[in-house]
């Protein structure tokens, strides 16, 4: 029945301009039946995964089609150049990116995710997608402890301060015991906030494999977990990274700037900044060896 309901809602939430009073009784059936905790089957490309009913992906996939084609499209033209290709999701969720890119790429995918909630998902859906490997940690910049904890909400996680004790890792500590992954071509990282600094704090990896980066970036998360706004572009471009390709975060393409375009990250930073809207961006950086990459977008 939870599942009829689920299945109903969406099918009413596709044609929603069609018949109003359909979508909000189905609508109403969805939020008295299928609260936290009530879990569906949602089918992402060749993969059905578990998913809490709350979990706000189905309707941004049927309100944003290009949503998630920008990191399948990566994921094609890295393993175009580099056939032995493995990826690397950090803050994996339910396992979403890795349905997403196993659905058109055949390689490896590592799930990192330090959430509790969604690690017990992540890990029976990871379960039914070939060469698939989880990890559950949380990555930061040093091999840390902090009092915190991992708080979610429709579908996203955040690290808020807490009286509770949570391990922090780096990345290379973490491919110590995933070595499969240690030349990894293609590292996402999408982490509420903390993905610059998880970055940072993966320099000797970035330095040693010159993997492409796909990214979020949204100056306000930044500031709330107190990193500076701007320092992950002169970063990126001290461990060798040249390009950059830009989308906006419902996968609608942008446009492309040198990480020596200062005036122009300034922008792209300031239009960003503020919460003048909901928008923020998704960045893919590229080293110099793989500027060529950048011309097979736009």
Known sequence: MKQYIFDQFL???????????????????????LGRGTFIN?????????????????????????????IIQLAKVVKAKYPALSVIDIGANIGDTAAFILSHVQTLVLCIDGSEEYINVLEQNASKMPDVQVCFTLLGAEDTALQAQVKNHDGTAMLVASQQEVQIQKLSTV???????????????????????????SEDVLLANKPVLFFEYDPDFLKLHGEDDLSIFPFLTQCGYTKLVIWDNLGNYIGKLALSDQKGIAEMHKRYSGKHNL?????????????????KFG
């Open 175 to 201: 491919l110590k015991k995933f070595p499969r992954f240690a030349a990894a071509k293609l590292i996402k990282v999408d982490t509420d906030g903390f993905d610059t600094l998880i970055l940072k704090g």
């Open 11 to 33: 099918k009413a939430y596709k044609s929603k301009g069609e018949n109003k009073a359909v979508l909000i009784f189905w609508s109403v059936l969805r939020k008295y039946f």
């Open 42 to 70: 949602y089918t992402i490309g060749k993969f059905t995964l578990k998913m809490e009913a709350t979990h706000i992906l189905p309707m941004v996939m049927l309100d944003h089609p290009l949503y998630s084609q920008n």
């Open 279 to 295: 928008a923020f961006i998704d960045i893919a950086a590229f080293a110099r060896e793989d500027e060529d990459l950048t011309e």
